[in-house]
């Protein structure tokens, strides 16, 4: 029998409704999608045929053959197989195949990875009262995975496990047993764990419930996310709202160093962006990449997100790691919308300036030709200033045009010229009697433009014409404020060196120092303390210290924090510590400076997990060395009773197998499962490193003398 779907993954499980087909048993043919060998699917489907004529003689004897060959699939791999193995008994009814098959939906292992399909065969399970199927979906019901939050529905199952031997659901019942139904309200013992609950599954009343039971609305998850961030991730507005409303610190991070911002960008969730900007969620940060939320609703072609960035002050021109600026980014993902917005409002592209005129005229031709209404409106000194053509801008001056004529967006010649960073432009601005304060509307002027850009010629260039380094910009804050908030070093040091007040504030009362701490900006933060700026609090310190150790090459930065004072062992929000976040980053500098500085090797995350864990899950074979050399345990244990030589054995790290035996790794060890670091490499399929394993076994100390 020809299936009739492309892949197996692509089908899920058919069952039909017709009696005839019902009355026998289901064959791997009858399956939408069968990607086994003729030979394999006639094995089974005997197999299955026996368990279906003989089930009163041999039923225990064939299920487990069928359990010894899965087992045999996914031992060496072979997800796929056993998928096939383990739907056809499955199909049959067997409970324990049902349960596996669930696992593999969960996982993606063989199959595309659906927490639907995955709780179809848990509940199937469950109803034959198959303990872990009871106690994996009432865990799914607690906390509204794949599902809406029922806690009744989580008790029963839970009673189900229990009655099934399965001895965590015992504790589980208890932190259940108050709830009485509906009418359940968290006590101060488990209101974090409601909290988290109730956010994951947008549970309002739950969310409210947690609060005021006294759960923190910075809560994290076991996965380090605050629960902000898991609203932003399920575009929750309401719950959002109470969280921003209790205290939610907007600007977090996630253990991979992303915002609530970031996220609602990358999920095109435009009113929790709007919630967190309004809520004073900084715009500029710095994500994973060099990445801004700017950059993030460029990608994925959020314009009306990218709008509502922009009016809340987003840099234009930061750029990320590979050098990229937002329009760069919108450009590469052809999200046309966006980059017209950038373009509209001055965005430069990595390639900008280096242009002949002749070419930008073509280049404004070729847009103009796109969308006319866009330029049709804009004096000819301000269009001029915006695309850089420096000898138009001479010719129109000396013609005396209006200086203070706007553009749609409100913008004179010397703000568009100030954004975009040509001071020559702006010289001759200046010099023809461009006034140094004119504003867009009664938000920006060309400095704080200029400082939030980062232009610091520009800046400097306006300040000697006079311009006020004090007039409040934006949603509030003076350039240096600005300047400061979005990391534009050179900028602001320009701004202090010319008076600049350094005990300037933002209209929520952070100061200067304090967005410098925020940011990580450790050089940025000296030079305002030696410019008598006042230092931020010891936690403000801390929490600085947390972002820049968070950050990739920013060593230099962290060692002013340390040399202000922060102490290298500091414990971060997130709940590692200032070495585990550098080695999460897998930052050799950042690590050999806080090491350098006292902090231990061996100090874990709250999860149990040391810096030499999470070298060795990420493959950081230079951080992991250095941890080394400095004392770190080879041997330490970690979540689930892990070592380093486990984790790194489980994601194939070869590389660091080596170095962790040559170190004194003990291969013998056994996790909480009872797995050592050979079975996790052979079941995960990496033969390299089951190869260096058993050399060790087999030579003991004579291995390490090869290094």
């Not at 048993?25 to 990607?35: E, G, K, Q």
């Not at 380090?224 to 991070?253: H, W």
């Amino acid at each position: 029998m020809t299936s009739s779907c492309a892949s197996a993954e692509s089908c899920p499980p058919r069952f039909s409704r017709n009696r005839e087909l019902r009355s026998r048993p289901a064959m791997v043919n009858d399956l939408p999608c069968s990607s086994m060998k003729p030979a394999l699917r006639a094995l089974v489907n005997a197999i299955v045929l026996g368990i279906a004529v003989s089930t009163l003689t041999l039923p225990a004897y064939l299920s487990a053959d069928i359990s010894h060959e899965a087992n045999r699939a996914i031992r060496s791999g072979d997800f796929e197989k056993a998928a096939a193995l383990l739907r056809a008994s499955a199909n049959a009814g067997d409970s324990e195949a049902q349960y596996r098959l669930a696992t593999l939906y969960r996982d993606g292992r063989g199959l595309d990875q659906s927490e639907p399909k995955a709780l179809f065969w848990l509940k199937r399970a469950a109803r034959q009262g198959h303990a872990r199927s009871c106690f994996t979906l009432a865990d799914w019901l607690e906390r509204g995975r794949g599902t809406k939050i029922d806690l009744a529905a989580a008790h029963t199952h839970f009673e189900c496990a229990e009655r099934g031997g399965d001895g965590r659901a015992t504790d589980r019942l208890k932190s259940l047993d108050a709830h009485g139904g509906s009418g359940w309200a968290p006590s101060d013992g488990d209101s974090k764990s409601a909290l988290v609950r109730g956010v994951r599954g947008s549970n309002v009343s739950l969310v409210r419930q947690s609060l005021a039971a006294g759960a923190s609305p910075n809560t994290r998850d076991s996965d380090g996310a605050t629960v902000l961030l898991l609203a932003a991730e399920r575009d929750s507005g309401e719950v959002a709202e109470l969280l921003l409303k209790a205290g939610a610190q907007t600007d977090s991070i996630d253990p991979s160093g992303r915002t609530a911002l970031m996220i609602a960008a990358a999920r095109g969730h435009a009113e929790i962006a709007e919630k967190l900007l309004a809520h004073g969620a900084e715009i500029n940060t710095q994500g994973p990449g060099g990445r801004t939320a700017l950059m993030i609703a460029a990608r994925k072609g959020q314009e009306k997100i990218a709008k509502s960035f922009v009016r809340a002050g987003a840099t234009t021109g930061l750029k990320d790691s590979s050098g990229r600026t937002a329009l760069d980014i919108a450009r590469e993902a052809k999200s046309p919308k966006v980059e017209n917005l950038l373009i509209q409002i001055g965005g430069q592209g990595r390639t900008a300036g280096a242009k002949s005129a002749q070419e930008n005229r073509s280049w404004i031709q070729e847009i103009t030709t796109q969308d006319r209404s866009l330029y049709k409106a804009w004096p000819p000194i301000v269009a001029a200033a915006w695309r850089n053509l420096e000898s138009d801008v001479q010719q129109l001056l000396q013609g005396q045009p209006d200086l203070e004529a706007r553009d749609p967006e409100n913008f004179s010649a010397l703000s568009r010229a100030a954004w975009r960073g040509n001071a020559s432009i702006v010289e001759w601005l200046l010099q023809s009697g461009a006034l140094p304060d004119s504003s867009v509307g009664e938000h920006w002027t060309a400095l704080g433009i200029a400082a939030r850009e980062g232009h610091a010629s520009v800046v400097t260039l306006l300040l000697k014409s006079g311009a006020s380094s004090e007039s409040e910009q934006g949603d509030g804050g003076t350039p240096l404020v600005w300047a400061t908030r979005a990391g534009q070093f050179e900028a602001a040091v320009a701004l202090i060196r010319h008076g600049a007040r350094t005990d300037a504030s933002d209209s929520k009362g952070r100061s200067v120092a304090e967005w410098a701490a925020r940011r990580g900006d450790g050089q940025l933060l000296s030079e305002l303390t030696r410019s008598g700026a006042e230092v931020p609090s010891h936690s403000q310190l801390l929490a600085a210290a947390c972002e820049a150790a968070a950050k990739k090459n920013v060593s230099s930065g962290l060692e002013e924090l340390i040399a202000i004072g922060v102490p290298a062992e500091t414990r971060c929000s997130n709940g590692g510590t200032l070495l585990t976040n550098a080695t999460r980053q897998g930052s050799p500098e950042a690590v050999t400076l806080l090491l350098q500085n006292g902090a231990s090797p061996n100090t874990p995350t709250t999860r149990g997990n040391s810096p030499l864990h999470l070298a060795a899950h990420q493959g950081s074979l230079d951080v992991a060395r250095i941890l080394l050399e400095s004392g770190a345990d080879p041997n330490i244990r970690g979540e689930d009773r892990q070592t380093p030589i486990m984790m790194a054995a489980n994601q194939g790290r070869n590389a660091l197998v080596l170095l962790l035996v040559q170190r004194g790794a003990n291969v013998d060890l056994r996790d909480a499962e009872g797995r050592s670091a050979r079975s996790l490499a052979k079941h995960a399929g990496y033969e390299s490193v089951l190869k260096t394993l058993d050399l060790e076994v087999s030579s003991g100390n004579a291995f390490l003398d090869l290094f």
